[in-house]
């Protein structure tokens, strides 16, 4: 008898076929996120569980006696309650590795479009206000390159926004992260530095860490006082790595200069936040990794992870918190 899976959100019929050759399966066809009721009834019976986000609580776990498994087409994992997950013996997985570069091209996306004013200038355009002015100083923008960026978080997503900063923009790099990481500084000439001194210096400062409750509101009222006036913050890790009151304060007294917004503490955010009004923010879903290439890579992998257990095999992405579950 094949093991059961539960499918929680769309994927391509080259996912479902690979799944469909290892696992009987359901899976979520309504629009959307599934709504939580419907996910504890489907989840019921099942060895497996491939979601996107979804929050993965003690009380989701308790109506699931079988699983095994539960595979997040995703890299970050703050979706997963750990402690409940090692209660229940649940393995977790995530895609690490294959949306590092294009996590890293968004990254720059949103340094280059708030620090040349790009869908501001845009919409400027398109409605029609670009005159013959020869005064043009209205629309200027912030150099990118030679200038500084602080990179707070140092994995794989880090090395690649370094990779693009060094060799395409000449920028100087700060960086902070839990540990030091000697052989990245010899290997790109980055420059380790304590938050505050990061915060002080740099021109950019770009968010990349993982959310934990050590990284919970990292960036808050005093960091942004500490910050240029003249700097950009620019988030793609998650969005309560800000505390988005302090953000829209520093944002309104000129504290900081702008910010580019992959992530929000509310998704999808609510079309009153008052970030939305901000010609001097500019606003993303939450699409670092949503290249056609890259999602379609990463549901592969998150399938992988999936049929891998609940066939017995070792899981080759289960989340380093839940290792110790494979001894047992
Ligand atoms: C991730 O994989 O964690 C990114 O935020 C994209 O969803």
Known sequence: MKPKVYIARKISKEVEEYIGKHCDYRKWQGEGAIPLDVLIEEIKEVDGLLVQHAPITHELLEQAPNLKIISNSAVGYDSFDLEAMKQHKVLGTHTPFVLDETVADLAFSLILATARRVPELNNFVKQGKWDKQTDSRHLFGIDVHHATMGII??????????????????MEVLYTSRTPKPALEEKYGIVYSELDALLEKSDFVVLIVPLTPETHHLMGQQQFEKMKNSAILINCARGAVVDERALIRALEKGEIRGAGLDVFEQEPVSPDN????????????????????????????????????????????VVKELQDLLAN
């Open 153 to 170: 978080g140092m994995g794989r997503i880090g090395e690649k926004i370094v990779r693009r900063a060094r060799f395409g923009f000449e």
């Open 274 to 317: 008052p970030l939305l009004g901000m010609d001097q923010v500019v606003a993303l879903p939450h699409i670092g990794s949503a290249t056609e290439k890259t999602r379609a890579t990463m549901l592969m992998k998150a399938a992988e992870n999936l049929v891998e257990g609940v066939t017995g095999k070792v899981p080759q992405n």
